[in-house]
Each structure stands twice: as C-alpha cells, then as structure tokens.
Nanobody
Framework: QVQLVESGGGLVQAGGSLRLSCAAS????????MGWFRQAPGKEREFVAA????????YYADSVKGRFTISRDNAKNTVYLQMNSLKPEDTAVYSC?????????????????WGQGTQVTVSA
C-alpha cells in the first residue's frame, strides 16, 4: 500500500511555469513506476508523463513533450512534474499514480494507487 499526496498546483498565466510534487508514503517508493495524469472538466483522464522506478526511462504525451519534465527523487519519496510554457489547454486536475508492475505505464489501467489531485489553471 502507498499513499500519494500532490501539491504545487495553482493559477498561472499562459507561458508561465509550475512545479508539481507528489509525496509518497508507505511501501518502498523505488518499487513503483510513477506517472502523472490529468483530467479536464467533461473529459477523460489522460496520460501526461511517467518515469520508471529508478528513473531510467521517461515517457511523455505528445501534447506536453518539450514543455514538461518528469523526475523523481527516491531518497525523498517524491516525484515531480516541471511544467513550462503552460497553455490554457493544460488546465486540469493533475494526479500522480503508482504502478507496481512494470507495464506500459502510459495507460491509467496500469496504475494501482492514485492521489487526490491538484488543480492547475492556466489563464489566457
């Protein structure tokens, strides 16, 4: 079992930056692949970025590639999402998730634990 708590969301103007954090507690953090997903009002939850358990590989949705960076610090039990050049279409609730099995990790179905989410709002 692992508990996930996100922080760092807020209101930012287009072109601005935010850094989201997801703190994990419970089982050994390095036992999980970690991902970020987002859900905008009236839309399905979508994949944003993911990182393998020891940070060896990262994955990004095409819509955020080159603007967002996922990283993790296993010593601090934390995964980060640095978001630059934000656009109004990035507005959503961002949630982190943990996956036990080393699957595809770009699908929400691959994840076992979820945080409550943090709101990101980008104004035009």
């Amino acid at each position: 079992q692992v508990q996930l708590v996100e922080s760092g969301g807020g209101l930012v103007q287009a072109g601005g930056s935010l850094r989201l954090s997801c703190a994990a507690s419970g089982r050994t953090f390095s036992a999980y692949d970690m991902g970020w997903f987002r859900q905008a009002p009236g839309k399905e939850r979508e994949f944003v970025a993911a990182v393998r358990r020891f940070g060896s590989s990262t994955y990004y949705a095409d819509s955020v590639k080159g603007r967002f960076t996922i990283s993790r610090d296993n010593a601090k039990n934390t995964v980060y999402l640095q978001m630059n050049s934000l656009k109004p279409e990035d507005t959503a609730v961002y949630s982190c998730a943990a996956a036990i099995a080393a699957g595809e990790i770009v699908s929400k179905d691959d994840y076992d634990y979820w945080g409550q989410g943090t709101q990101v709002t980008v104004s035009a």
